[in-house]
């Protein structure tokens, strides 16, 4: 069941898709915006040299612009007037970083609006290794993107997302893929932070009693499989569209920090919070549920469609598989409205001082 040569994770839908249908993942940051300025207000800011921020996981920027105009005001107080401030927008290779360059020039809510000496950067590279020289990095943030594995380590038979699959060995092999990517990716964060930096990280969760995201995931795999009964998609296609992606528990993200710390990390805080449904708060007021069906069709759809298509075979028509998977997924959430439920976690790691732990 295991597949080595499983596709690696795609990036969102491009041509600025994912910026038009995102304002449920900039729903879910707000929670960790708190940490984040805490976080501004005590990394060192010592020298004067530039001071670097770092996006990791900004896909097109646009949910990037709040939290990082808030950081930035607070190290600007901090540093003065004439510090340089970097801010580098992390990604893997193949985002659509020309819809992110394009906000920062010209949409109104760009951070650098209104600001001076902030030079904003962007690497296409993924943040499962260091990408930045070591020590160069002051604080770092990361929203929405770290429940992406770095691959599909296994094609589960019966769900979507391998990590809702009955069979407990699929479950097995999603839970080794998330700890091994957490370690790497706090293995790059530790070469990459200057000591005492900070870097704050909202992602999905898991819940006490169960993971979350249930409904959502269901119905999405639910109108999958109606395209799969009615001919539209193979049984080997249905086999491959698993969704590189799922939840973690405090208890996993706490693992690799059982000896004290991890590479010179320090784990300062973990929570999970339940997360909102902008959607369903919408709904609530309207009563059209044609319209959230619409809204979780798009938003799913420029979140998770392209990680869905390259389970497509070659001859697809890729457009209409989207079309028609927006249009029975729309009509299931718009058949039976409900509020969708998620866990979000929020994290805070420092890079100690000292490196003996
Ligand atoms: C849902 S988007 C979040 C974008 C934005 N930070 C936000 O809060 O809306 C997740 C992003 O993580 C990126 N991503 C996934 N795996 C990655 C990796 N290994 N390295 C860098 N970025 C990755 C995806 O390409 C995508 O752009």
Known sequence: MTDNSAPKTAPM??????????????ANLSSALPLLESAARSVPIDGNAPLVLVDYGASQGLNSMQPMGAALDILRVRAGPQRPLEVVHTDLPANDFAALFKILADDKRSYLSGR???????????????????????????????????????????????VFSQDAAVRAAVDRQLDQDWRAFLQARASELCRGGQL???????????????????????????MGADGLLSDDELLRMTCPS????????????????????????????????PFWEAYRQSGDAGQLGRSWAKAMLAANGPNFTTALNPDRDVNVFLHTLGERLSARVAAGPRRSQTYLLLVVLEKLLETSI
Do not use: K, T
């Not at 909202?202 to 009693?209: C, E, L, N």
């Open 246 to 277: 799922a939840g973690r528990s405090v208890e996993q993200i706490e693992a690799p920090f059982n000896g004290g710390g991890y590479h010179g990390l320090r784990l300062n805080h973990v929570s999970v919070v339940e997360g909102p449904d």
């Open 116 to 162: 001076r000496d902030v030079f904003p950067s962007a690497i296409g590279r993924s943040y499962f290794e260091p990408m930045l020289p070591p020590g160069r990095v002051v604080l770092g943030w990361s929203s929405n993107a770290l429940h992406w594995l770095s691959r599909n380590p296994v094609h589960a038979p019966d769900h979507g997302w391998a």
């Open 13 to 26: 839908q491009g041509a600025g898709a994912y910026n038009r249908s995102s304002a449920l993942q900039a």
């Open 200 to 226: 704050v990280c909202q992602f999905m969760g898991r819940g006490p009693d169960h993971h979350g995201f249930e409904w959502m995931a269901d119905a999405f795999w639910a109108s999958l499989s109606s």
